[in-house]
Protein backbone atom coordinates (compact mmCIF):
# COMPACT_ATOMS: atom_id res chain seq x y z
CA UNK A 1 0.00 0.00 0.00
CA UNK A 2 0.88 3.84 -0.85
CA UNK A 3 -0.47 6.64 0.43
CA UNK A 4 0.03 10.49 0.72
CA UNK A 5 -0.45 12.49 3.67
CA UNK A 6 -0.69 16.13 3.18
CA UNK A 7 -0.45 18.94 5.54
CA UNK A 8 -0.27 22.83 5.27
CA UNK A 9 -3.79 24.24 4.47
CA UNK A 10 -5.46 26.95 6.42
CA UNK A 11 -7.04 30.44 6.48
CA UNK A 12 -4.60 33.24 4.64
CA UNK A 13 -5.51 36.81 4.05
CA UNK A 14 -5.14 37.68 0.65
CA UNK A 15 -1.36 38.43 0.29
CA UNK A 16 -0.52 36.32 2.08
CA UNK A 17 1.47 32.48 2.07
CA UNK A 18 0.58 29.07 2.65
CA UNK A 19 3.40 25.81 2.14
CA UNK A 20 1.68 22.59 1.63
CA UNK A 21 3.79 19.42 1.68
CA UNK A 22 2.54 16.14 0.80
CA UNK A 23 4.86 12.77 1.88
CA UNK A 24 4.50 9.21 0.57
CA UNK A 25 4.95 5.94 2.39
CA UNK A 26 4.71 2.31 2.33
CA UNK A 27 5.88 0.71 -0.70
CA UNK A 28 7.91 2.37 -3.04
CA UNK A 29 10.78 1.64 -5.38
CA UNK A 30 10.95 5.07 -7.34
CA UNK A 31 8.50 8.35 -7.42
CA UNK A 32 8.29 9.93 -11.26
CA UNK A 33 5.97 12.63 -11.32
CA UNK A 34 4.63 14.68 -8.55
CA UNK A 35 2.07 17.39 -8.62
CA UNK A 36 -0.64 19.30 -7.40
CA UNK A 37 -4.31 19.61 -7.82
CA UNK A 38 -7.06 21.81 -7.04
CA UNK A 39 -10.92 21.69 -7.10
CA UNK A 40 -12.72 25.04 -6.09
CA UNK A 41 -16.39 24.92 -5.01
CA UNK A 42 -18.61 24.05 -8.08
CA UNK A 43 -15.65 23.37 -10.28
CA UNK A 44 -13.60 20.54 -12.24
CA UNK A 45 -10.64 19.67 -10.47
CA UNK A 46 -7.58 20.94 -12.21
CA UNK A 47 -3.79 21.01 -12.22
CA UNK A 48 -1.48 23.80 -10.36
CA UNK A 49 1.92 22.40 -11.03
CA UNK A 50 3.81 19.33 -11.68
CA UNK A 51 7.40 18.22 -11.25
CA UNK A 52 9.54 15.68 -13.34
CA UNK A 53 11.91 13.36 -11.85
CA UNK A 54 14.17 14.98 -14.39
CA UNK A 55 13.86 18.28 -12.79
CA UNK A 56 11.02 19.64 -15.56
CA UNK A 57 7.96 21.83 -13.92
CA UNK A 58 5.23 23.50 -14.99
CA UNK A 59 2.36 25.59 -13.72
CA UNK A 60 -0.94 26.45 -14.46
CA UNK A 61 -0.82 30.28 -16.01
CA UNK A 62 -3.01 31.19 -12.65
CA UNK A 63 -0.38 31.10 -10.39
CA UNK A 64 3.08 31.39 -12.46
CA UNK A 65 4.88 33.47 -10.55
CA UNK A 66 3.30 32.92 -7.54
CA UNK A 67 3.68 29.30 -6.78
CA UNK A 68 6.74 27.39 -6.58
CA UNK A 69 6.77 23.52 -6.28
CA UNK A 70 9.77 21.97 -5.24
CA UNK A 71 10.26 17.84 -4.05
CA UNK A 72 12.24 16.04 -2.19
CA UNK A 73 13.01 12.30 -3.17
CA UNK A 74 15.04 11.16 -0.61
CA UNK A 75 12.15 12.03 1.60
CA UNK A 76 9.50 11.04 -1.03
CA UNK A 77 7.97 14.37 -0.26
CA UNK A 78 6.49 17.51 -2.74
CA UNK A 79 5.46 21.09 -1.35
CA UNK A 80 4.21 23.94 -2.67
CA UNK A 81 4.45 27.31 -1.55
CA UNK A 82 2.38 29.58 -1.90
CA UNK A 83 2.79 33.46 -2.24
CA UNK A 84 0.43 36.36 -3.40
CA UNK A 85 -2.46 34.59 -2.44
CA UNK A 86 -5.97 35.24 -3.99
CA UNK A 87 -9.60 34.81 -3.07
CA UNK A 88 -9.68 32.49 -6.31
CA UNK A 89 -6.68 30.35 -5.00
CA UNK A 90 -9.27 29.23 -2.43
CA UNK A 91 -9.74 25.46 -2.84
CA UNK A 92 -9.07 22.02 -1.87
CA UNK A 93 -5.51 20.91 -3.18
CA UNK A 94 -4.68 17.25 -3.84
CA UNK A 95 -1.41 16.09 -4.16
CA UNK A 96 -0.49 13.65 -6.58
CA UNK A 97 2.22 10.76 -7.20
CA UNK A 98 3.30 8.75 -9.94
CA UNK A 99 4.62 5.95 -8.31
CA UNK A 100 6.58 2.61 -8.70
CA UNK A 101 5.73 0.40 -6.19
CA UNK A 102 8.62 -2.30 -4.93
CA UNK A 103 6.15 -5.11 -6.49
CA UNK A 104 7.10 -3.19 -10.01
CA UNK A 105 3.71 -1.96 -10.19
CA UNK A 106 2.90 1.81 -11.72
CA UNK A 107 0.46 3.71 -9.20
CA UNK A 108 -1.26 6.91 -9.62
CA UNK A 109 -1.64 7.80 -5.96
CA UNK A 110 -3.92 10.74 -4.67
CA UNK A 111 -3.62 12.77 -1.07
CA UNK A 112 -6.82 13.35 0.74
CA UNK A 113 -6.68 16.91 0.32
CA UNK A 114 -6.08 20.11 2.55
CA UNK A 115 -8.37 23.08 2.14
CA UNK A 116 -6.67 26.78 1.72
CA UNK A 117 -9.14 29.72 2.12
CA UNK A 118 -7.80 33.17 1.16
CA UNK A 119 -10.13 35.42 2.69
CA UNK A 120 -10.13 38.69 4.98
Known amino acids: QVQLAESGGGLVQPGGSLKLSCAASGSIFSINAMGWYRQAPGKERELVAT???????NYADSVKGRFTISRDNAKKSVYLQMNSLKPEDTAVYYC??????????????WGQGTLVTVSS
Open 96 to 109: NQRIVANSGRWLEV
Open 51 to 57: STSGGST
